[in-house]
């Protein structure tokens, strides 16, 4: 009974837990919906064939569904027990092979949309290296704000329409996973990329890199020691990161044609084939869990003995502030667009103007049905934006307070973020129907995970930090510590990664509404403006250009915003802190932390030390 009250026991009774409610709420899919699942697998088998009574009845014979949703998962689990996952109810087929067939294709388009993802990481990472001093990260946050089946889109046309340089579907050689990857992984690496450049900065500022350099030691060595010094509470995202590549890649599967494990999972939504959803999603899963185990293990292995002997010491974030006349020109131009969208009709439909150019009478051009481009996008801002930033809102507040209770948390945190979101969707939109709020739920539930799994991985960073060693030696109350050290140093940075994920919560809404689970015609929302523009993307760029360049300027607007706000936060915690240290324990705590001798890597290297001049000498 100990081993079960254990942290690692806590966590897996959740995982248990979520994982069978999962399945269990997959497995009630067409009694949510309130369709009847002997129509749906008629038609996904024959479309020709008429629904009299005695066909119906023969499929619900054939399924066993007169006994009941209950009876159909006993049944089910029992075959799993087995290594049996059913047969799929509509190709009559078994469905492990298909399963397994899908999860091939996608985990080897995960492997090169990971690797290009890592390629546009470093391209990010390389300046901060080699500079030594960060950037605001506006650019960064519009390669994320990138809508992936818009790039899906824009690759087809390019790469494999006018040049002809790649395949444009199926899926046969490794030359047909170019296109895809490029898709998926340009957003992933700017995400990856600006969470390691956000902790640079001060890993590099920090004594012993002065130290380093001083002793002339090479700086592709500091930096791989640098590297390494900020990794370990990034590791988790980066799992994520790959597990996200690989069951949410719907949007792009479908745009290129993609046999991929999420693909397989709509079309067997779409058709109620219950055997081969639920095992396409205890698939993916699986996956989650193994990749959240893994990066668990990585992560503690780069930590080594410091977490476990509190010799850890935290580097301060020094948020890089852009030029404000950055944040102002995006500020300008989004209000002004949305502004002046506000004031022109967005349902307005004019069949002799359609899909004409930018011009006076139409700034940003029309679309298919001869509607205003800058007029719906200002009417759907409020609807995208104001969703987007209520979800992002909602995904912070879990994250901070699960990031405490990480023994219970991490195993629902690895089952949400490897449920794809379009499963999400399907299950949402199967009891309240496609909509906004339906959508909004759905990737609420899905899109705490990574926040949490970072919060998590500061809150016991900063519990084994040797500052709040000392103050636990002088006698701080733990609300003291919780208030004065442990929530400023968390909830800073992953506000910041919460701001990053805004643009990506909004596609994430956007891939809803491109897949008829979210938004629905004629509603302005942006994520419908992208999907209503695909069609029509090489005639008439500007109708999906206009949506995907505000998502881009609203995230790097986002970032340049947190920065300065992030800096206000911490200058006045500065103030704070430097007030509460003339005090007795402020005295005491530095006077101790001084005691500590720096005998361990740079990863222990307290940030108390008295700065030290050494310069690299002249050459």
């Not at 492997?111 to 993802?117: K, M, N, T």
């Not at 590297?227 to 370990?232: A, D, Q």
């Not at 990161?241 to 991929?260: C, H, I, K, S």
């Not at 668990?296 to 476990?308: H, K, N, S």
């Amino acid at each position: 009974m100990k081993a079960v009250w254990t942290p690692g026991g806590r966590a897996g009774i959740t995982r248990l837990g979520c994982l069978v409610a999962v399945l269990a709420t997959v497995g009630l899919l067409p009694w949510l919906s309130g369709r009847d699942p002997a129509l749906t697998v008629l038609r996904a088998r024959s479309a020709e064939q008429e629904a009299t009574p005695e066909a119906l009845d023969a499929i619900r014979a054939d399924l066993g569904l007169d006994a009941g949703p209950l009876s159909l998962l006993g049944n089910w689990a029992s075959g799993l027990l087995r290594g049996d996952l059913g047969t799929s109810w509509v190709s009559g087929t078994d469905v492990l092979p298909s399963v397994v067939a899908g999860l091939q294709v996608s985990l080897s388009l995960m492997g090169a949309a990971l690797g290009v993802g890592l390629l546009v990481a470093c391209a990010l990472v390389a300046p901060v290296l080699v500079r030594a001093r960060g950037s605001a990260g506006a650019f960064a946050a519009m390669i994320v704000a990138l809508p992936e089946f818009l790039l899906a889109t824009l690759a087809l046309l390019v790469g494999g329409v006018w040049l002809g340089w790649l395949p444009t579907s199926g899926w046969v050689g490794p030359q047909y996973m170019v296109l895809p990857a490029l898709a998926l992984g340009i957003p992933a690496g700017g995400l990856l990329g600006r969470l390691v450049a956000d902790a640079l900065p001060a890993v590099l500022d920090e004594r012993w890199v002065e130290l380093w350099r001083g002793a002339g030691v090479r700086q592709a060595r500091i930096s791989a020691a640098a590297l390494r010094r900020v990794l370990p509470p990034l590791v988790p995202q980066f799992g994520m990161v790959a597990v996200g590549l690989t069951g949410g890649a719907v949007a792009v599967e479908v745009v290129f044609a993609v046999p991929g494990i999420g693909r397989t999972a709509l079309g067997a939504a779409k058709s109620q084939d219950l055997p081969l959803l639920q095992g396409s999603v205890l698939a993916l899963l699986t996956l989650g869990l193994v990749a959240g185990a893994l990066a668990a293990l990585v992560r503690r292995q780069m930590l080594g003995p410091a977490l476990r002997d509190a010799g850890l010491t935290l580097p301060a974030v020094r948020p890089v502030r852009a030029h404000p006349a950055i944040p102002v020109a995006l500020g300008v131009v989004l209000l002004t667009c949305i502004g002046w969208g506000l004031l022109r009709d967005p349902y307005a439909v004019d069949t002799t103007a359609r899909l004409q150019a930018p011009s006076l009478a139409y700034p940003l051009g029309t679309d298919g049905l001869g509607r205003d481009v800058l007029a719906r996008l200002g009417h759907g801002a409020a609807s995208t934006v104001g969703t987007a930033a209520a979800v992002c809102l909602v995904g912070l507040i879990l994250a901070l307070a699960l990031g405490f209770v990480p023994s219970v948390a991490s195993g629902a945190a690895d089952i949400a973020n490897a449920l794809p979101p379009v499963i999400a969707g399907i299950l949402v939109a199967a009891v309240s129907g496609p909509g906004t709020g339906g959508a909004a739920f759905a990737v609420a539930v899905i899109s705490w995970p990574a926040l949490s799994a970072h919060a998590a991985a500061l809150v016991q960073e900063v519990r084994a930090s040797t500052f709040l060693h000392a103050q636990r030696a002088i006698g701080a109350t733990p609300w003291w510590i919780l208030t004065r050290h442990v929530l400023p140093s968390v909830a800073a940075p992953v506000s910041r990664h919460a701001l990053l994920r805004l643009p990506g919560i909004a596609l994430a809404l956007a891939s809803l509404g491109f897949l008829g689970l979210g938004a629905q015609p004629p509603a302005p929302e942006w994520g419908l403006l992208l999907d209503e523009s695909r069609a029509y993307v090489e005639r008439a760029p500007w109708a999906a250009l206009a949506p995907a360049v505000a998502l881009a300027m609203m995230a790097g607007l986002a970032v340049s915003l947190a920065a300065y706000a992030e800096g206000g936060a911490r200058g006045a915690g500065a103030a704070a802190s430097a007030g509460s240290a003339s005090g007795r324990r402020g005295r005491l705590a530095v006077a101790f932390a001084s005691l500590r001798s720096p005998k361990k890597p740079p990863m222990e290297l307290p940030n108390e030390s008295p700065k030290v001049s050494l310069k690299e000498p002249a050459r």
